[in-house]
C-alpha cells in the first residue's frame, strides 16, 4: 500500500496540526494560534428556502445534542458594524473567504456584506448556494445578485444540485420559492464563466439517487454538458449516534449514506480517471480526480473528529487555543466554531 493509498483509509489518525503552519494571533485580550490556511465563512442569514433531508447546518447542532436555533441581529446597522470589527480583527491573518448560510441569495444584507467585504480586499472569494436567488433583483436596482457577485469579483461559484435530473433534484432539495430550474442553472453557468467566474456543482451521494460510480459519471455528464468542469461528490457527515438529538435529519442520514471508500477503490481501476492529489484536514478528507474534461472532488467529514483533534493539539501543543477555521455568524459573533457559542473569539 502506498502512502496516498494509506491516507485514505487511516485519514485523521495521520493528521498532525504540529506539522502546520501555525500564525500567532492576538484578539480581544487573548492570544491564540490560528492554522495558516485557515478560512473565514461568513454565515448569511439563517433562512433557507430548501428542507434537505441532510442538512449540514442543521446536523452540527443535532450533533450537540440541540435544535437548530440559529439567533440573528435584527438591528442591520449593528450587524454590519459587527461585521466590520470582524474583518478588522481577522486583517492580519489574510483569510480566504467563503459566503454561506441558510442560502445566502435571498438575504437581503447580502449585497453590503458584498460591498464590505471588497472595501477589505479579502482573497479567494467563494460562495456556497443553492443557487435560487441568484437572478433575483437587489432591491432598488437593476442589478441580479448575480451580478454583484460579479462587481465583488467572485472566483468560485459553488452551486448545490443532488440530481441532474430536475425533478429528482426538486424531490431532494424541497427547493421553494424562488425555483431554480436545470435550463435556468445553464444560464447562470454562462454568464459567471463569460466574466471570469469558476462554477462548481456539489452532489451529496444518497442511495437511490446519486449512489455509483455509473450515476456519478451521469452526473459529470451532464455537468460538462451544461458548461461546468469542476464537480464535488460529498458522503453524508459521519457523527456520534449516541450524542446526536434524534430527528429527521439524523434518522436520514443513517439510512441513506453512501460510503466514498469502494468508490474510490472502484476508481482505482478505472481507466477514465486520473488522480490529482488529496487533501487532509482536520476532520475532512479529499481525493481528486480528472474524468473526461471535469475536475471531480470527492470528499468524507466526521463530525466526531472536530473535538477530538483540539483535545490532542491541546496536550501536545500546550493551552494557547489553535483556530483552525474562522466563522462570523448571524449573531455578530466571529467563533472558531461552526455553533455561535463554542470557541467565541469575539462576542
Known sequence: MDQNQEMRYKRQEMFDISQKELKPFHANGKDYQVYGNANLSIF???????????????????????????????????????????????????????????????????????????????????????????????????????????????????????????????????????????????????????????????????????????EMKKYMDWAESIGVDNVVFRQLMKFDEARVKQGRIPSFCSEHGISLIPLWEEIDQDPGFSFINQVLGYYYYVEVFRYKGVDMVSEMADLRQIDAEKDRARRTLGEIPIIYELVFHPNGNLCGSWREWKEVILG
Open 44 to 214: 448569511v442569514g439563517k433562512r433557507c428556502n430548501a428542507t434537505c433531508n441532510f442538512c449540514v447546518a442543521e446536523l452540527r447542532y443535532f450533533h450537540e445534542g440541540m435544535d437548530y436555533l440559529k439567533p440573528a441581529i435584527t438591528d442591520t446597522t449593528d450587524y454590519f458594524k459587527r461585521l466590520h470589527l470582524a474583518m478588522e480583527t481577522v486583517r492580519p491573518l489574510n483569510p480566504s473567504v467563503s459566503l454561506t448560510g441558510g442560502e445566502p441569495t435571498i438575504d437581503p444584507r447580502l449585497p453590503e456584506i458584498l460591498r464590505i467585504l471588497t472595501e477589505y480586499k479579502v482573497r479567494k472569494r467563494t460562495i456556497t448556494t443553492n443557487g435560487s436567488g441568484l437572478m433575483l433583483k437587489v432591491a432598488g436596482s437593476t442589478d441580479t445578485i448575480l451580478d454583484r457577485l460579479i462587481d465583488y469579483k467572485l472566483a468560485h461559484l459553488n452551486i448545490s444540485r443532488a440530481h441532474y435530473d430536475e425533478e429528482k433534484n426538486q424531490r431532494i432539495m424541497n427547493l421553494r420559492d424562488p425555483s431554480f430550474s436545470n435550463k435556468q442553472l445553464q444560464e447562470v453557468i454562462a454568464i459567471a464563466k463569460s466574466q471570469g467566474i469558476r462554477p462548481r456543482l456539489s452532489c451529496v451521494l444518497l442511495k437511490g439517487e446519486v449512489d455509483s460510480l455509473e
